[in-house]
Structure formats: structure tokens, C-alpha cells
């Protein structure tokens, strides 16, 4: 089932090129009106990820694509650690005070069996390697630990509606081009994909939907455990 990883992310167009960081900045912080909406409907990637904690809390968490630090909004902890190869999206937050430990790999971080979480919200849809990332994770949570992702439904008819008549329509106005290309560049990994390589390395995965099951939903949300 792993032939297909690591993935080879498409090259982007020029134009779009260099737009890139600024756009995807915006994205993640709501920047626009579509996706000042779409920020509204991802709170609930959010909010599952952190309903099984206080927003107040001292269990060690790490967050694999930590992005703005769009997060702590929802939870902090005194043991917070993150994954963000990409400096500029969270170098200026006022948030950064709130992390414990940055790297920019998920490979760099030696120890095991360390964490009671770890942590994504709409990332693992863009690892190029995800099943080391997974097979990582496990390893670096403790026995009792939980690995809490949460996804866009990449790859459904209603996540690619979505996105063309909300991101892509404002990026096709703005920019005159293709948000398709944007979309094909980040999201390498479709949402069943994803689920497969987490079932492989876990044995106990439990799975909710923002809409009506793996057809008719916008989003997901896995928990993952070893007992």
C-alpha cells in the first residue's frame, strides 16, 4: 500500500510561484473573505483535536505542522512543542512564547516515547513521506498516548466543491489563475490515503465527520491509540 510514498509534489506555474508564501500565509490566517469563512468552518478541526483537553493544560503535546500557531487558540500547554519547517508563517506571533521546543522535522527529535499527544490539524494532507511521519509519532508517544489528526476530505465531491466556489473563485478574481494548481502542489495526500496509513500503524482508530460519513463530509477526524 506504500508504493506510492514518498510523493513527488507537482511543480507550480511561475506566476503562482511567486505568490505562494503570501497566499498560503493568508489562507491559514483568514486573510480574505473566502477564507475568513473557510477559517470559520475549520474551527471544528480545531475544536476536535482539542476536546480531550482543558484549554489550560500541562499533558505534554506535540503539533506536526504547526503553521501560524493558529492553535493555541484552542488549547496550551506547558509542554508544547510544534513541527514547522516554515519559519516565516510563525517567527512574528506573539504566540511563540507559548512553545516549548521548535524543529523543523519531525526526524530531528531524538527521544521516545515522550509525549502524551501529538497533534495535526490540515496537515498530514500535504507529507510527502507520511508514513514515516505516522511510524515516527507512534514512537514517540508514550503507552497510553494518543495521536489526534484532523483533515480536509480531500478527494470527495463536496471538499473540491467546496474549495472552487469559496478559495478557488476568490484566487481565479484576484490572481487570474488556477487555484487548482495551489490545491494539487499542497495536497498530495487524499483523505483516504491518509486513513489507510494510519490504520496500518495503530490498532485502535476512531473516526468522526463534519458532514454525513466519508462521502458527504468536508472534514475528518482520527483518533489514534495503541490499546
Same mark, same amino acid.
Given at each position: 500500500?506504500?508504493?506510492?510514498?514518498? $510523493?513527488?509534489?507537482?511543480?507550480?506555474?511561475? $506566476?503562482?510561484?511567486?505568490?505562494?508564501?503570501?497566499?498560503? #500565509?493568508?489562507?491559514?490566517?483568514?486573510?480574505s473573505a473566502a477564507s475568513s469563512v473557510s477559517q470559520k468552518l475549520e474551527s471544528w478541526l480545531h475544536k476536535m483535536v482539542a476536546a480531550d483537553v482543558d484549554k489550560i493544560h500541562s499533558f505534554?503535546?506535540?503539533?506536526?505542522?504547526? %503553521? @501560524?500557531?493558529?492553535?493555541?487558540?484552542?488549547?496550551?500547554?506547558?509542554? /508544547?512543542?510544534?513541527?514547522?519547517?516554515?519559519?516565516?508563517l510563525f517567527e512574528d506571533s506573539e504566540r511563540l512564547k507559548y512553545i516549548r521546543n521548535v524543529y523543523d522535522d519531525i526526524a530531528d527529535i531524538q527521544e521516545v516515547a515522550v509525549y502524551d499527544?501529538?497533534?495535526?490539524?490540515? @496537515?498530514?494532507? *500535504? +507529507?510527502?513521506?507520511?508514513?514515516?511521519? +505516522?511510524? $515516527?509519532? #507512534?514512537?514517540?508517544?508514550?503507552?497510553? %498516548?494518543?495521536?489526534?489528526?484532523?483533515?480536509?476530505?480531500? %478527494?470527495?465531491?463536496?471538499? @473540491?466543491?467546496?474549495?472552487?466556489?469559496? @478559495?478557488?473563485?476568490?484566487?481565479?478574481? !484576484?490572481?487570474?489563475?488556477?487555484?487548482? *494548481?495551489?490545491?494539487?502542489?499542497? *495536497?498530495?495526500?487524499?483523505?483516504?490515503?491518509?486513513?489507510? +496509513?494510519?490504520? /496500518? /500503524?495503530?490498532?485502535?482508530? !476512531?473516526?468522526? /465527520?463534519?458532514?454525513? %460519513?466519508? +462521502?458527504?463530509?468536508?472534514?475528518?477526524?482520527?483518533?489514534?491509540?495503541?490499546?
Open positions: 500500500m506504500f508504493d506510492s510514498f514518498p $510523493k513527488q509534489r507537482p511543480e507550480l506555474p511561475e $506566476k503562482i510561484r511567486a505568490i505562494y508564501e503570501k497566499q498560503y #500565509k493568508q489562507n491559514r490566517e483568514g486573510g505534554a503535546t506535540l503539533e506536526i505542522g504547526a %503553521g @501560524t500557531l493558529n492553535h493555541l487558540q484552542y488549547e496550551q500547554s506547558s509542554e /508544547y512543542d510544534i513541527v514547522e519547517p516554515f519559519l516565516s499527544r501529538i497533534i495535526s490539524i490540515a @496537515t498530514f494532507e *500535504h +507529507v510527502l513521506n507520511l508514513p514515516e511521519v +505516522v511510524e $515516527k509519532s #507512534k514512537k514517540l508517544l508514550k503507552q497510553d %498516548g494518543v495521536l489526534r489528526v484532523s483533515i480536509p476530505n480531500e %478527494g470527495s465531491f463536496l471538499w @473540491t466543491l467546496g474549495w472552487r466556489l469559496t @478559495t478557488g473563485l476568490e484566487f481565479a478574481i !484576484k490572481y487570474r489563475a488556477n487555484y487548482a *494548481h495551489m490545491m494539487r502542489n499542497g *495536497h498530495v495526500n487524499n483523505a483516504q490515503e491518509i486513513e489507510d +496509513v494510519l490504520k /496500518y /500503524y495503530f490498532n485502535t482508530i !476512531k473516526v468522526k /465527520y463534519f458532514g454525513l %460519513g466519508p +462521502v458527504f463530509s468536508l472534514y475528518r477526524f482520527y483518533e489514534c491509540r495503541n490499546k
